[in-house]
């Protein structure tokens, strides 16, 4: 089955992120909250699919030589031990992981070089761990001035999507019957053969909100931006992942995934977009389908977001929207998870 119109866009939009590096870091804590087993990885796109082959060139010779940022990382923790590993493809590195097992009071040594305080503490049948992001340092000036005038012009591009979602409710709400018809036609599959109950002026508006979407997935731009935006807005050195030995106490700042873990990321430059529903778009078709349990069949979709009521209010310009989007893609101001411990036995 093909993809729906929003999900295609999604698709692309984790396509052309493929094309940059990524860094992982897992830290997974023992029964007694003593130590933790800490592992990064480090994702790199072939030479063919790379937007920059000549820095990721110079990140293989870093990290075959044992001198790149999760190398020296690694070292100044100093663990008694730890295990490189690599992946290569043709011949080619395209993934670096290591692993080391550590004291929980040497946590802090991996973040030594960024704006990141990592604290364990430690209470009575409990142990907490608590990350305070400070501001980033990992973007050269030039690299700044330079995000900010691709964010400004990103900022255009979401104006554009949430003017043609104001168009298509405002008709809408001038003709409420049409609503199921016209987002059928928005979530259609691509290999649909029935063709959509629309007329010439909704198949208008409807082709508006696609290509207000398609600018903000598809430009050349677009994965550039999303890493520099990164590294200017994001002290974290990576997407941290924490796995406890137990059911958390509490948690505040992470997100939790299907399978329990807590996650520390800030939000991608199409899930700021989605993240600001309620704005100036509710309910936003972009937030709807990527929601969790979204994306599923069109028709049903359809009828679930035209029950819903429709608002909209005019966007001011893309400086509103460019600081909102960087709010959005701020870290938060603490990670914290706190759970129970076990004695030793030995």
């Known amino acids: 089955m093909k993809r729906t119109f929003v999900a295609a866009a999604v698709f692309f939009f984790a396509a052309s992120c493929a094309n940059i590096v990524h860094h992982d870091l897992t830290l997974t804590f023992d029964d007694q909250g003593e130590r933790v087993t800490v592992a990064s990885v480090t994702s790199i796109p072939t030479t063919k699919d790379s937007r920059d082959k000549?820095?990721?060139e110079h990140l293989r010779e870093d990290i075959l030589a044992g001198r790149d940022e999760w190398s020296l990382r690694f070292a100044n923790a100093s663990p008694e031990a730890d295990r490189v590993t690599f992946e290569r493809a043709r011949g080619e590195l395209i993934r670096a992981e290591h692993v080391a097992r550590i004291d929980?009071?040497?946590?802090?040594k991996i973040f030594f070089d960024v704006a990141v305080?990592?604290?364990?503490?430690?209470?009575?049948g409990w142990a907490e761990l608590a990350i305070?992001?400070?501001?980033?340092?990992?973007?050269?000036?030039q690299q700044r001035d330079d995000s900010e005038k691709k964010l400004r012009a990103y900022s255009r591009r979401a104006v554009r999507y949430f003017e043609a979602v104001r168009a298509m409710y405002d008709y809408m709400n001038d003709n409420p019957p049409r609503a199921r018809e016209i987002f059928g036609a928005l979530f259609r599959e691509e290999d649909d053969p029935r063709p959509p109950l629309i007329d010439d002026k909704e198949h208008d508006l409807v082709d508006g909100v696609r290509r207000a979407i398609d600018g903000l997935t598809k430009d050349e731009d677009t994965d550039a931006l999303e890493a520099e935006a990164d590294m200017v807005?994001?002290?974290l050195p990576a997407r941290i992942v924490v796995r406890v030995p137990s059911e958390p106490l509490?948690?505040?700042?992470?997100?939790?995934?299907?399978?329990?873990?807590?996650?520390a990321e800030p939000l991608s430059l199409l899930e700021a977009i989605a993240s600001l529903e309620g704005r100036w778009v509710t309910p936003d078709p972009l937030a709807f389908s990527i929601r969790p349990g979204g994306g599923g069949d069109p028709e049903k979709e359809a009828?679930?977001?035209?029950?819903m009521p429709r608002q909209t209010s005019p966007v001011i310009g893309e400086i509103e929207v460019a600081d909102a989007l960087v709010a959005k893609m701020r870290p938060a101001a603490?990670?914290?998870?706190?759970?129970?411990?076990k004695a030793r036995t030995d």
């Open 54 to 56: 000549t820095r990721d």
């Open 104 to 108: 929980v009071a040497d946590l802090q």
């Open 117 to 124: 305080s990592a604290v364990v503490t430690r209470g009575d």
């Open 132 to 141: 305070y992001p400070g501001t980033s340092t990992r973007a050269t000036r």
């Open 233 to 235: 807005f994001n002290p």
């Open 250 to 263: 509490l948690f505040e700042g992470f997100t939790r995934s299907k399978e329990g873990e807590l996650i």
């Open 303 to 307: 009828a679930l977001i035209a029950a």
């Open 334 to 341: 603490r990670y914290r998870v706190r759970w129970i411990t």
